[in-house]
């Protein structure tokens, strides 16, 4: 057994222990430790572990608005870590799209996790209330944060404008595949299982762009 996956039962014992003490924190820990690969577990103590999960958690408690909310913690010595906590509502392509920014920013990834929690009268709540991500990410020091965090910002803004659009999207091409269905086209068939087979989770819609014909054109 790795260390990372040796270190996981002390963590989720301590997120059990801390139910009376702190119910919100403890179950928003134990849904960090199953959302964090194994050797990553093994990269940091567990007591930094919780310790950088308690700042993250004020970030989650303290997120408001329906896009996102980045927090850069600079390395506390030589050695250490740039921390990156990116909150979010749920959405798909948070965790790709974010690594991607950092890389591209000139970061490396050493250890990330990726809870996501309800929220409910301000903690995490068993039951119902809104979902909330939070991606949490250790890189390595970097010349330029500000570049960085830039680079996050911009990525997350896209990710949230294509997701809040995706629906609408789908539902315009459904209209579309409909209005096709009864169309007297002779050959429409091919087109059909093309469109059935994009909104079959085969494809990412980014955008969509309507053409009206007119007269002869």
């Known amino acids: 057994m790795d260390l990372g996956q040796s270190r996981r039962p002390d963590l989720l014992a301590r997120a059990a222990a801390l139910v009376s003490e702190d119910a919100g924190f403890a179950r928003f820990l ?17 007591e930094q572990f919780e310790a950088n999960l308690r ?3 004020q970030h989650l408690l303290g997120f408001e608005g329906d896009g996102s909310r980045l927090t850069a913690t600079q390395p506390a010595q030589a050695g250490d870590a740039l921390v990156l906590d990116v909150v979010s509502p749920d959405m798909p392509f948070i965790v ?14 050493r250890l990330f996790t990726h809870p996501v929690v309800k929220i409910e009268h301000g903690q995490v709540s068993e039951n119902g209330g809104l979902a909330l991500s939070l991606l949490h990410i250790h890189s390595d020091p970097v010349a330029d944060v500000d570049a960085l965090t830039r680079e996050v910002d911009a990525t997350m803004s896209e ?4 997701v809040r659009d995706w629906q609408p999207m789908l539902e ?3 209209r579309a595949i ?4 009864q169309s007297p086209a002779a050959q429409k068939d091919e087109p059909l299982r093309f469109l059935d087979w994009l909104i079959e ?7 969509m762009r309507e053409y009206r ?4 054109g």
């Open 96 to 109: 790709d799209s974010a690594l991607a920014a950092i890389r591209a920013a000139g970061g490396t990834v």
């Open 201 to 207: 989770h085969n494809f990412t819609f980014l955008g």
């Open 159 to 162: 990710v949230t404008s294509a």
């Open 55 to 57: 700042r993250s958690y």
């Open 172 to 174: 315009r091409l459904r």
């Open 178 to 181: 409909a209005t096709l269905e």
């Open 30 to 46: 134990r849904a960090a430790v199953l959302a964090t690969d194994g050797e990553d577990l093994g990269l940091v103590s567990p």
């Open 213 to 216: 014909l007119a007269a002869d």
